[in-house]
């Protein structure tokens, strides 16, 4: 990898698809660079996920292909699991501003994240840049070097939606992994005669009151909706591939709340029986076990593949080499600090389009894609946790960085992470109201100062 010797920029026209968080950060870092820019948004306003309807799908578990699809799958209390100070975008802090119904909390609600985003399109323009109500479906190859966008416009009058093609030099891909529900496979479950929902269909926790719930997750989503549910439910028992088998607890968060090893099986009688040895007879499971990632408008003529959720061949998550660097990804990688993610692989894109960053081979890429996924395996890693990043955030993010020659993560911002994953672990029902890391506070209000 290396930085190009041209003297002049080239500037390509290019598609961005969604406007959520990743498509709005990708938009601003392409037109910075001067590329022409057009963002496809299926919904009537931008932020993506972050927009909270109180619909839900016509099917609780969204496995039926046939179903009105809800994009957003945030239930009506979420507050964020990271502290403002650490998510916003590098040069556009999320911090408190005045007006009508501003959350000033360190973790706020939804709304206040929604509000960010459209401050930052607004302050930066981008607004202009989307087409709403363009829900894109097709994008293929053509000419080996351009990519048609197929979209589909809604009509006004309500009449039949109007299809409409344009082709362009690149298409970046921004459309989210927080809408197509992952289901646990239990034995037996078609033969139980219980209820089951998947988070993506939870708003409220009313379905549960007096209920005996099993809750399948161990995220912060679970931890959550179990204590929410908790609050009403007769009794919740969370089943968690990520614990020994034999594990069987009372939580010390609620009364009625257990943790269990991962189900064994289900039985037509309403019973669930776990590996620990423990069964009980539930009325409702819900399933807090993920996404896929989902990518119908793709044809790439099964170049680009998900499978078991490992979106590939990509290189470092974002180029597939065979398509590069006319079609990428942003935001795939998960356990990380998004939104400064989004930004940093941004950038990146932006760079290699306007060729002042120059991207390996072909074939080295390949190769860097197969160490990749070899690693992984050697090291017992589920291919389902392909995007993962965990520990290595901090090396990605320093060597994405230094190709862009722009600043990398703040060390308080890393260390903010991970002092939130602590205080999360340890006390679940307090971590986003009670804290111990005041000299962090203070680092990031001094690196703000630079841009309020």
């Known amino acids: 990898m290396q930085t190009s010797n041209a003297t002049s920029l080239t500037s390509r026209h290019v598609a961005v698809i969604g406007a959520g968080a990743a498509g709005l950060v990708a938009a601003r870092e392409l037109r910075r660079e001067g590329h022409q820019v057009v963002v496809f948004e299926k919904d009537s306003?931008?932020?993506?996920?972050?927009?909270?309807?109180?619909?839900?799908?016509?099917?609780?578990?969204?496995?039926?292909?046939?179903?009105?699809?809800?994009?957003?799958?945030?239930?009506?209390?979420?507050?964020?699991n990271l502290p403002r100070e650490s998510?916003?975008?590098?040069?556009?802090?999320?911090?408190?501003?005045?007006?009508?119904?501003?959350?000033?909390?360190?973790?706020?609600?939804?709304?206040?994240?929604?509000?960010?985003?459209?401050?930052?399109?607004?302050?930066?323009?981008?607004?202009?840049m989307v087409r709403f109500e363009c829900e894109v479906v097709s994008v293929e190859m053509v000419d080996n070097e351009k990519l048609k966008v197929k979209c589909k416009r809604m009509r006004p009058?309500?009449?039949?939606?109007?299809?409409?093609?344009?082709?362009?030099?690149?298409?970046?891909?921004?459309?989210?992994?927080?809408?197509?529900?992952?289901?646990?496979?239990?034995?037996?479950?078609?033969?139980?005669?219980?209820?089951?929902?998947?988070?993506?269909?939870?708003?409220t926790p009313e379905l549960f009151k007096d209920k005996v719930v099993?809750?399948?997750?161990?995220?912060?989503?679970?931890?959550?909706?179990?204590?929410?549910?908790?609050?009403?439910?007769?009794?919740?028992h969370i089943a968690s591939r990520s614990v020994a088998n034999d594990t069987y607890e009372k939580r010390a968060e609620c009364d009625n709340i257990w943790l269990h090893s991962m189900i064994k099986s289900a039985h037509?009688?309403?019973?669930?029986?776990?590996?620990?040895?423990?069964?009980?007879?539930?009325?409702?499971?819900?399933?807090?076990?993920?996404?896929?990632?989902?990518?119908?408008?793709?044809?790439?003529?099964?170049?680009?593949t998900v499978d078991d959720n490992r979106v590939g061949p990509l290189y470092k998550h974002v180029f597939p080499p065979i398509f590069a660097p006319q079609l990428s990804f942003v935001g795939l990688p998960y356990r990380s600090l998004p939104f400064p993610i989004f930004e940093i692989q941004s950038k990146w894109i932006s760079g290699v389009l306007s060729d002042?960053?120059?991207?390996?081979?072909?074939?080295?890429?390949?190769?860097?894609?197969?160490?990749?996924?070899?690693?992984?395996?050697?090291?017992?890693?589920?291919?389902?946790?392909?995007?993962?990043?965990?520990d290595t955030m901090i090396d990605y993010n320093a060597w994405v960085a230094s190709l862009c020659q722009c600043p990398c993560f703040e060390e308080w911002r890393v260390q903010m992470f991970y002092e939130t994953a602590k205080r999360l672990n340890a006390n679940p029902k307090t971590f986003r109201d009670e804290w111990e890391d005041d000299n962090l506070v203070l680092q990031a209000c001094e690196d703000f100062s630079k841009y309020i």
């Open 356 to 390: 002042r960053i120059v991207l390996p081979s072909q074939e080295d890429m390949m190769e860097d894609v197969n160490t990749f996924y070899s690693t992984l395996e050697d090291s017992g890693v589920p291919k389902h946790h392909t995007h993962s990043m965990g």
């Open 157 to 203: 009058d309500g009449g039949d939606d109007d299809l409409l093609d344009e082709v362009f030099d690149a298409v970046v891909v921004c459309n989210g992994h927080f809408t197509h529900p992952r289901i646990a496979e239990i034995p037996g479950i078609n033969l139980w005669p219980g209820k089951q929902i998947h988070s993506h269909n939870y708003r």
């Open 214 to 236: 099993i809750l399948i997750g161990s995220s912060a989503s679970a931890i959550d909706l179990s204590l929410e549910i908790g609050g009403i439910a007769k009794e919740v």
């Open 268 to 304: 037509k009688d309403g019973s669930v029986a776990f590996r620990d040895g423990n069964t009980i007879v539930a009325d409702i499971i819900l399933h807090c076990t993920g996404y896929k990632y989902y990518f119908p408008f793709l044809k790439t003529n099964g170049i680009v």
């Open 45 to 80: 306003q931008i932020g993506g996920t972050w927009v909270y309807t109180p619909q839900v799908e016509t099917d609780p578990l969204g496995l039926d292909p046939t179903r009105h699809i809800v994009h957003t799958s945030l239930y009506k209390s979420l507050r964020t």
């Open 87 to 128: 998510m916003g975008f590098m040069d556009y802090p999320f911090v408190t501003r005045a007006g009508e119904g501003s959350d000033p909390r360190r973790f706020p609600g939804h709304a206040e994240v929604l509000k960010y985003l459209q401050d930052f399109a607004r302050e930066f323009g981008i607004e202009e």
